[in-house]
């Protein structure tokens, strides 16, 4: 994946877990010192490297890992300087949601050899939704759940995400039902 997102990890490890576990995710993937270039591809297996690192550092399980660098993912994009873009996709959730590959696929000039997640939205309510999450990557289902916390954040919503039906077994990607309401002054 992009060095974008394995930057995101490492600030990620780094303000959630400290300087001294970064150091040695960073030792365990070998890393050199060398820091990520943002609009360099990587290869995928080495973020999957540091998640692991960051669970033996840790202790922590993948699933929560994931979980919590998809939280922090919306807010780290904002900062990085995709505001604008994702101001652009929509001032609701479920309008943001369904507007997520159009955001993906206009990064497509600045990371040439990106291979986004594709995401498709049905049985939409007033306040439910399900997402489908399609991808070519393994495992990262749990990322989405915290990306759909992350997205509560920014929409001030209270987010509850249940994997409904996951890939495998003649699905080819993951469906989740999301609850969504006002969060409470
Ligand atoms: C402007 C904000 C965003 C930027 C700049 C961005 C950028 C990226 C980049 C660079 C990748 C790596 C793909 C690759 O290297 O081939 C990625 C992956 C991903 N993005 Fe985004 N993204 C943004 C917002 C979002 C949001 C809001 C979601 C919410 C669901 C999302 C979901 C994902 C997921 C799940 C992946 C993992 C790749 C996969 O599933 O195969 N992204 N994104």
Redesign the pocket.
Known sequence: ??G??NQMVQDYVTARHGEAVWARVAIAAQLDGIPFVLSA?YPDSLTYTLVGATCAETGLPSSDVLIGI?HF??GY?SS?G?ED??RA?GGSFPL??DN?DR??SQ?GNA?P?????S?HVSHVTEDTLRLH?Y???EG?AP??IG??QS?GDRFNLQIHVELLAPRGDGQDHDEFAIRFAPRQA
């Open positions: 994946m992009y974008l997102v591809p998809g993912f919306t994009a990085r995709y873009l994702m996709a943001f949601l997520l955001l993906h990064l990371f050899e990106l291979r986004p997640p995401f999450y991808s070519t990557r990262l990322m989405v990306l759909m997205l």
